[in-house]
C-alpha cells in the first residue's frame, strides 16, 4: 500500500463511474451530429439513469435470484477492475491483484453473470441474446488476453502497473510491430465486447437483431439502471486500458496534487478521444451479420497471435 | 513410522475391505447396509490416499522392496514428492465419490469395484518399479473396464462404449509394456536403477514415444480421446467421476515419471510433441464441449480439455528444461501439478451433480432438463461452483493454474531460438482460446440445465436428492474451494516436487497469501481478489438495498418483447463446430476400414491349399538359411 495506490484506488472507480454516463451521452451526440441529427446532448444518459432509478423494481416470472444479482456482480467486477488497474495512476492500489490476467478474467466474469441472468428468464429473446453473447464472448476474450500477453511478454511482466511503467521508461516500443498488432486486435476484441458496431447496435430498436439488448430485455427500472451504469462504466475502463497500455503518459507516477489532477484530466481526454473516434467509425460501418462475428473475431485473434510471435522474434 | 507408506497401506487395506463388502452375498450383508459399507469404504480409502499424499508433499519418502509378492519382478513402492500431488488427487475424488454412491449405487458389482479401481489408481504413483508399475496400471484399465460395462442391460450403447475403451486402454498398456520393459531389460526393474541408467538417445527416444502413446491414451488426450466421452456418459456417475477426474490425471503422472524423471528430460521433439498433444486436446475438447447437448458428454469433453492444459504444462516444463532454463520449468510443471489438483476436485463436483441430476430427472440431455435450481437448489449451487471453478474465472480454482502456466509462458526470454519462439505463442493463444471456450461451455451448460424453465415433465417433477448425495457434492465442492482460495497451501510443496523433478533450485513459488515465483517476476493475489470482489459485491448489494429500502419488487409476467411460448430447444444455443463426425468419422473409422481391408488382402495368401502351405514353409526355411548365411 502506499499513497499513490490509495488515492488512485479512490479516485479510479469515483470517476469512472460518475463519468460513464457522460461517455455515453458523447458518442450518442456525436453520432447524432454526423447523422444530421440535433441528438438528446451529452447529459441525455443521466436523465434517463435518474428516470429509471426512480422507477418500482420488477421480478419477471419465474426468475430467481440469479437474475436480480446479475446487474450487481457485472457492476462489482467493473468496479474492481476500475480499483485495481492503472488508470490515473502508475501504482495501483492493490500491487498482487493488478494482474491482466485477473483484470481480464473479472471484466469476463461480469458479463457471464448477465449472460446468465438473462437465460434465467427462460425467454425465447433471453436465450437467443445470451447465447449470442457468450458466444462472441468465447472468442473475445482469448483476443484480449493474447493482445495483452503479447505487451507483457515484451515487459516481462503480466502485471498491469509494470506493463504501463516499462512503456513510460521506453516509450519507442510503442511503435513497435508487436504493439500495433496487439493494439489492432484489442480494438476489435473491445468492441466486440461492449458491443458496439459492426457487432452489435446499440441504438438498434429491433430486440431480434441485438445481441446486448435481447439478453437484457427482461430489466426494467433500476436494475435496468445498473446494467446500463455498468455497461458504460465497462465500456470507459476497456478504452482507458487500451489508452494506458500503449500511450500512457499523462498517467500520474507520483502522489503530487498537480500530477494526480494531470493523471485524471489524461485519463478523461484519452477516453473521450477514443469514444469519439468509436463513434466516428460506428456512423460509417454497417452491423454485420451475426454468422460473420466470429470470422471477425478469428481475424482479430490471429492478429493478436502475431502480435505475440513478434514481440518473440522481433524483441 | 512413515507417514505416507502407512496411509497408504492402510488405504489398501481399507479399499479390498470395502471391496468384500460390497461383494458379500445378501444373506450375509443387508443391501441396505451394503452401499455404505463399500462406499464409506471407498471414501475412507481416499481419504488415507489424501494423508499419504500431503505427507508425500511435504517430503516423507519412502522406499520398500517386497521380492517374494510378484514373481520375476516383486513388489517395489516408492513413494517421493512427486507421487504425492497424483495420490491426493486421486484421493480427493474418492472421498467425494465413495460418499456419493452411497446414495447412488444400487448395482453389486459396481459397489465391489469401485474401491479396488481406487486401491489400483493409489498404487499406480507409488509403485517403484517396472513391474508394480505395469501390474498396477493393469488394474485400473481393468476395474475401470468392468464399471463402464455395470449398467450394460440398459443401453447397447453401454456395449460400444466398453469395446472402445477396452481396446483403447489395452492399446495403451501395450505401448507402456513395451516401452518400459525395453527400459528395464537394459538397467532393471526399479526406478533408481533406471535413473542410473544412461541407454542410448536413439533408444530413449524409442522409449519415450511407445510410452507417450500408453500415457496419452490414458490421459485422453485427442486423438487418442475417443473412448473417454463414451466410457464416462455410459458408467455410473460415481465411476464416471472418479475416471474422469483422478484416472486420467495418471497419463501426466506417467509421462512426468517416465519422461522426466527415468529419462532424465530428453530433447526438445519430445516436448514439443507433447506440447502438441496438449494443445490440440485443449482446444479441440472444449470447442465440441462448447457444442454438446449431452450433459455428461459435455463434461467428458471439457475433461479431455482439463487434460489437454495439464499436458501443455508438462510439455512446456520438458521443454525448458530441455532448453535449460530449470526456473521456467519448474513454473510450468507447477502450473500442471496445480492443474492435476483442480481437475480432481472440480471434474469430481461436476459428475456427480450431474449424477444427481440424472438420478432425479432420469435424463442427462440438455434439451429436457431446465429450472432444477428450484427444485434441486442444492445441486444447482454445486454445480454452478463446479463450473466457476473449472472455466478459469476469479475465484475459481482452475483460474489460478493457469495464471501459474502463463506466467511460465511469458517470461522467457525473447529470441530463445526459433523452436521456443513458434511453441510458446501457439501455446498462449492454445491457453487463451481453452480459457473463452470453458467459460462458453460450462456457462452454457449451467444456464440451459439449472437455470431458466423446466423443458420436461422429468425436469418438472425432479425432487433434490438425499443427504447423502449432497454431502458427496459438498466434499467435492469443500476440496475445490480450498484450492481456489488457498492455493498457497499447496503450491509450495509442489514447486518442490517440480523443481525436484526438473532439477530446478528450490523456491519455486512460495508466499502465503500472495503467490510469489522464485526467480522470475509474478505476484499475484487469488485470496485478495476473492475479497475485493466480495467487498465490491456486498457495497453494491448493500447500497441497492438503501437506496430502495421503501419499495417491495413486484411480480409480473415476463414480457420477451411480446414473443410466444419459451423456446423448448437448448440447441438454438450450440455453437455449430464441426460436423457430427468429429476425430471417430475422420480419423479412427478410416484407419478401422484401413485395418479390415488389410485384413482382406491377407486372405489371398490363404487360399485353401495345402500345397501353398507347405510351399510357404519351405520357402521361409529357405529365405532363413539364405539370410544366416549372408550375415553370420
Known sequence: MNVLGIIAGVVQPVLLLAGAPLLIGVLGSVRARLEGRIGAGVTAPYRELRKLFAKEQIDPGGTSEVFRLAPLLLLATTVVVAVVAPFVASRPAIGPAADLFAVVALLVLGAVALVLGGLDTGTAYGALGAGRRLTILALAEPTLLVAILALATRAGSTNLATIVTATLDEPLRVVSPGSLLAAAALVVAIIAETGRRPVDDPASLAEATMVHGAAELEYAGPDLAIVRLASGMRLAVMLGLLANLFVPWGIATSAAPVAVLVGVVALVVKILVLGVLVAVAEVFVARLRLVRVPELLAGSFVLALLAVSASFFLA | ?632
Not at chain 2, 441430476?357 to 434441486?376: C, F, P, Q, S, Y
Not at chain 2, 438495498?545 to 438454438?572: H, K, M
Request: with cysteine; proline share 5%; glycine share 14%.
Open chain 2, 1 to 632: 513410522m512413515n507417514v505416507a507408506a502407512t496411509f497408504l497401506a492402510a488405504a489398501a487395506v481399507l479399499g479390498v475391505l470395502a471391496a468384500l463388502a460390497g461383494a458379500l452375498p445378501d444373506y450375509v450383508l443387508k443391501p441396505n447396509l451394503r452401499a455404505p459399507a463399500a462406499g464409506f469404504g471407498t471414501a475412507l480409502t481416499g481419504a488415507a490416499g489424501v494423508v499419504a499424499g500431503i505427507a508425500a508433499m511435504t517430503g516423507d519418502a519412502y522406499t520398500a522392496d517386497v521380492p517374494g509378492l510378484l514373481p520375476l519382478s516383486g513388489v517395489t513402492i516408492s513413494i517421493d514428492a512427486l507421487s504425492g500431488p497424483f495420490l491426493t488427487a486421486v484421493g480427493v475424488a474418492a472421498v467425494a465419490a465413495g460418499v456419493y454412491a452411497v446414495g447412488d449405487a444400487r448395482s453389486r458389482v459396481a459397489q465391489a469395484m469401485t474401491p479396488l479401481f481406487v486401491v489400483a489408481m493409489l498404487l499406480v504413483p507409488a509403485a517403484g518399479g517396472v513391474g508394480t508399475f505395469l501390474v498396477c496400471w493393469e488394474l485400473v484399465a481393468a476395474t475401470s473396464l468392468v464399471l463402464v460395462l455395470v449398467e450394460h442391460r440398459r443401453s447397447p450403447e453401454v456395449a460400444v462404449a466398453g469395446r472402445w475403451y477396452a481396446a483403447l486402454s489395452q492399446l495403451g498398456f501395450l505401448t507402456v509394456l513395451s516401452g518400459l520393459l525395453m527400459l528395464a531389460g537394459q538397467a532393471g526393474d526399479s526406478f533408481a536403477a533406471l535413473r542410473d541408467a544412461s541407454p542410448s538417445p536413439a533408444a530413449r527416444g524409442v522409449v519415450f514415444v511407445l510410452t507417450l502413446v500408453g500415457f496419452a491414451a490414458a490421459a485422453g488426450v485427442a486423438p487418442l480421446h475417443i473412448w473417454l466421452p463414451r466410457a464416462n456418459t455410459e458408467a455410473p456417475s460415481a465411476a464416471a467421476a472418479l475416471m474422469s477426474a483422478a484416472m486420467v490425471t495418471l497419463g501426466g503422472y506417467g509421462i512426468v515419471r517416465v519422461g522426466l524423471d527415468l529419462l532424465g528430460g530428453g530433447t526438445r521433439w519430445w516436448w514439443l510433441g507433447v506440447l502438441a498433444l496438449g494443445v490440440l486436446s485443449a482446444v479441440a475438447g472444449l470447442l465440441r464441449a462448447a457444442a454438446s447437448t449431452d450433459l455428461k458428454r459435455l463434461l467428458a469433453r471439457a475433461t479431455i480439455g482439463g487434460s489437454g492444459l495439464v499436458l501443455v504444462g508438462i510439455g512446456a516444463a520438458g521443454l525448458f528444461a530441455a532448453a535449460g532454463d530449470r526456473v521456467l520449468a519448474g513454473v510450468a510443471l507447477t502450473a500442471a501439478l496445480l492443474q492435476v489438483l483442480g481437475h480432481a476436485a472440480y471434474t469430481a463436483l461436476l459428475f456427480l451433480a450431474t449424477g444427481s441430476v440424472v438420478r432425479a430427472t432420469g435424463t442427462r440431455d440438455l434439451e429436457t432438463l431446465g429450472g432444477l435450481r428450484r427444485k434441486m437448489p442444492v445441486t444447482t449451487a454445486a454445480f454452478g461452483l463446479g463450473a466457476l471453478a473449472a472455466s478459469a474465472l476469479p475465484p475459481g480454482t482452475a483460474f489460478i493454474s493457469v495464471w501459474l502456466l502463463v506466467q511460465a509462458l511469458v517470461h522467457v526470454p525473447p529470441g530463445t531460438g526459433t523452436t521456443v519462439g513458434v511453441a510458446v505463442p501457439v501455446a498462449l493463444a492454445a491457453v487463451a482460446l481453452s480459457v473463452g471456450l470453458a467459460v462458453a461451455a460450462l456457462g452454457r451448460a449451467f444456464g440451459i440445465g439449472f437455470l431458466a424453465r423446466p423443458r420436461s415433465a422429468a425436469a418438472e417433477q425432479a425432487s433434490e436428492s438425499p443427504p447423502v448425495v449432497l454431502a458427496g457434492l459438498g466434499l467435492a465442492g469443500l476440496a475445490s474451494l480450498v484450492l481456489a482460495l488457498g492455493p498457497t497451501l499447496v503450491l509450495p510443496a509442489l514447486g518442490e516436487a517440480s523443481a525436484l523433478a526438473v532439477g530446478g533450485g528450490d523456491h519455486t513459488v512460495s508466499g502465503i497469501i500472495t503467490v510469489q515465483l522464485g526467480g522470475i517476476a509474478g505476484t499475484f493475489s487469488p485470496l485478495i481478489v476473492t475479497i475485493a470482489l466480495a467487498v465490491a459485491l456486498a457495497l453494491a448489494i448493500g447500497g441497492a438495498r438503501l437506496l430502495f429500502r421503501n419499495r417491495t419488487r413486484r411480480a409480473v409476467s415476463t414480457w420477451d418483447g411480446g414473443a410466444g411460448p419459451p423456446p423448448r430447444r437448448a440447441t438454438t444455443f450450440a455453437v455449430p463446430v464441426y460436423g457430427d463426425g468429429g476425430t471417430e468419422g475422420r480419423v479412427w473409422r478410416p484407419a478401422l476400414a484401413a485395418l479390415n481391408a488389410w485384413g482382406r488382402a491377407g486372405r489371398l495368401l490363404a487360399t485353401g491349399s495345402v500345397h501353398r502351405y507347405v510351399g510357404y514353409g519351405f520357402y521361409a526355411v529357405c529365405g532363413l538359411l539364405v539370410v544366416l548365411a549372408v550375415t553370420r
